[in-house]
């Protein structure tokens, strides 16, 4: 056994996308969960200095077949491409994290000829998600009874998909769009929407190691708490006894809202966890049934 399988043997492995858009929120994720570890240059695999974890850091898109088939314990990926791997029975999702959003859709070059699904059915479609592309195209084409040649090609690209068009490659991509504007430079725009995405912690659906359940669990239960600590903020104000009742209907808090004695009796001091979303709406809220001294306050982390 090498220096290394023998470093790793009996910890419980966790993948993280080694570069790509999740890349940076991840180790953002780990940080919060308190996972230490020092990763020396160039190397995927390190130890973590404070829990019984190996990290491994894998393309994205690799993550749900090493989770799924067992050989690595938890993982961080898109559900884009849990699908695409085919690994949805055998990865179990346990935790949306709230970033990686994006839609995975089909694009077309804006003046051009093609303008609907049907325009584009059996017509040439360039993507990275080959899977969920030929299913997709599957359906169009049965729909439209296409057989044989006259069936909708797709060819895979590993990157730059969005310049397949240009290039004369394709009539149509399916990619994914969070802003917009890699598709707009492009020159294209979006007929349709084939699934929408985002990253999520994974565990195996039949997990080798059965022993690293209770460690499983514990690092879950830690993301959660980074993830929620990211989502709500905490909200707190004073307002006058007898209005408490349309506050807290504004502010009911997550199981529900704090409220505590000031010393001037007619006041009471409310503090409640609200979505970090909507917190601008619920203090415009608030300020016009009375409160004051409207305060929000970061999260730096929770157990909720
Ligand atoms: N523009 C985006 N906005 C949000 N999430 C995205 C975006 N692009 C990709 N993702 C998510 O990140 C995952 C990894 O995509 P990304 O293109 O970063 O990976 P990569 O191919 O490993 O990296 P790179 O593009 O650097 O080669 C995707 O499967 C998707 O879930
Ligand atoms: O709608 P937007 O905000 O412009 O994001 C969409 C782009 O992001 C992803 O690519 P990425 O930039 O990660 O690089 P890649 O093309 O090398 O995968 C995706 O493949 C699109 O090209």
Known sequence: MDLLSEAITGRLLFAIPKKGRLAEKCLDILAGADIQFSRSHRLDVCLATNHNIALVFLPAADIPSFVGKGDVDLGITGQDVIIEAQMSNLVTETLPLGFGRCKLQVQVPEKGPINTLDDLAGKRIVTSFEVV?????????DRK????DQRTKIQYVGGSVEAACALGLADGIVDLVESGETMRAAGLHAIATVLETEACLIRSSSP??????PLIDKITSRIAGVVASERYVLC????????????TEITPGRRAATVSPLDDSDWVAVSAMVEKKKVADVMDRLVAVGAEDVLVIRLQNCRV
């Open 145 to 148: 009874g296409l057989v044989g």
């Open 133 to 141: 592309a030929a299913e997709y195209f599957a359906a169009v084409d």
């Open 208 to 213: 080798k190691h059965a022993h690293l359940s």
């Open 236 to 247: 707190q104000y004073n307002i006058l006894r007898d209005r408490l009742h349309d506050a």
